[in-house]
């Protein structure tokens, strides 16, 4: 059974740091990637990275601040979060999709599978 579980959310305050993690398990993917959805609007594309890591994509709100990466001997996908901002509340989705591909993918539709999102909340 493919799983992807998400952890490490909570209530942080502005310029805080925090670290989301993704384990995944029963299969291995092409891509991975991170979306949100903040409270009362629509979910949005936050980072991507191909299965090795070699090509990443950060939404415009979070290049500088968020990085993601990847764990491989756990096969658990890692969102690093600094200096945090009341605009990054929301919840946190990990996405996994299977094709291999030299180019991160960004949209939602490239993923087939989801895991349950876990909340994080930043306090101004």
């Known amino acids: 059974q493919v799983k992807l579980v998400e952890s490490g959310g909570g209530l942080v305050q502005a310029g805080d740091s925090l670290r989301l993690s993704c384990e995944a398990s029963g299969r291995t993917f092409g891509n991975y990637a991170w979306f949100r959805q903040a409270p009362g609007k629509e979910r949005e594309f936050v980072a991507a990275s191909t299965w090795r890591g070699s090509s990443k994509s950060y939404a415009d709100s979070v290049k500088g601040r968020f990085r993601i990466s990847r764990d491989n001997v756990k096969n658990t996908l890692l969102l690093q979060m600094g200096s945090l901002k009341p605009e990054d509340t929301g919840v946190y989705y990990c996405?996994?999709?299977?094709?291999?591909?030299?180019?991160?993918?960004?949209?939602?539709?490239?993923?087939?599978?989801w895991g349950q999102g876990t909340r994080v909340t930043v306090s101004s």
């Open positions: 996405a996994a999709a299977v094709p291999t591909t030299r180019m991160t993918l960004t949209g939602d539709d490239d993923y087939g599978y």
